[in-house]
């Protein structure tokens, strides 16, 4: 069936860097873009950018996109998400969740990886 | 940017008709999609393109959109249909992913 499963959780202090994976399976990897949402602590969800796959195209929310990086490696099917400069303000759920048949449509969703960002 | 609007609360007897505004300016020329989610699990898509259903989501789920306003309608409300609520679409404007900002289905 159809997964995403996401890499563990991760504490960092501000001004660090974090990466987080999304490995896919039971799809073709290369035909779906992947988008990025996050959730701080009892807030809702936030769109943080969007990676094709295919191309390597990508969609940044305005709030990171001088701080975001989104790579895709499709030996391994395999999205990543690099966030630099963190902040208190950046401590959330990250989840990784694959289109449907628009950009938008998120229909698989990964567990989820929580980061927390703390001195 | 794009602004979606809900309600932060709606609440429903079971065996009653929930209904979750989403509040957008000319929303209606917009493809919109809800999704469900409850305490510690991921977002699940319920409806999309206004008005699908994902295969999985029963029918009781569905979506309506014109002029301002999206509208989710939960039919026959359950118990386990206790979540939070958020809609969403695509800004063509400034090439974002936008999400309302949820709202809290509470069964009496």
């Known amino acids: 069936q159809v997964q995403l499963v996401q890499s563990g959780p991760e504490v960092k202090k501000p001004g660090a860097s974090v990466k987080v994976s999304c490995k896919a399976s039971?799809?073709?990897?290369?035909?779906?873009?992947i988008n990025w949402v996050r959730q701080a602590p009892g807030q809702g969800l936030e769109w943080v950018g969007w990676?094709?796959?295919?191309?390597?195209?990508?969609y940044f929310a305005q709030n990171v996109q001088d701080r975001i990086i989104l790579t895709t490696d499709t030996s391994t099917n395999t999205a990543f998400m690099e966030l630099t400069g963190l902040t208190s303000d950046d401590t959330a759920v990250y989840y990784c969740?694959?289109?449907?048949?628009?950009?938008?449509?998120?229909?698989?969703w990964g567990q989820g990886t929580l980061v927390t960002v703390s001195s | 940017s794009y602004v979606l609007t809900q309600p932060p609360s709606v609440s429903v007897a079971p065996g009653q008709t929930a209904r979750i505004t989403c509040g957008g300016n000319n929303i209606g020329i917009k493809s919109v999609h809800w999704y469900q989610q409850k305490p510690g699990q991921a977002p699940l898509l319920v409806v999309y393109n206004n008005n699908g259903r994902p295969s999985g989501i029963p029918e009781r789920f569905s979506g309506s959109n014109s002029g301002n306003t999206a509208t989710l309608t939960i039919s026959r409300v359950e118990a386990g249909d206790e979540a939070d609520y958020y809609c969403q679409v695509w800004d063509s404007t400034s090439d974002h992913v936008v999400f309302g900002g949820g709202t809290k289905l509470t069964v009496l």
């Open positions: 039971g799809y073709n990897f290369i035909l779906y873009g």
């Open positions: 969740a694959r289109e449907l048949d628009r950009l938008e449509v998120l229909i698989v």
């Open positions: 990676i094709s796959p295919y191309n390597g195209q990508t």
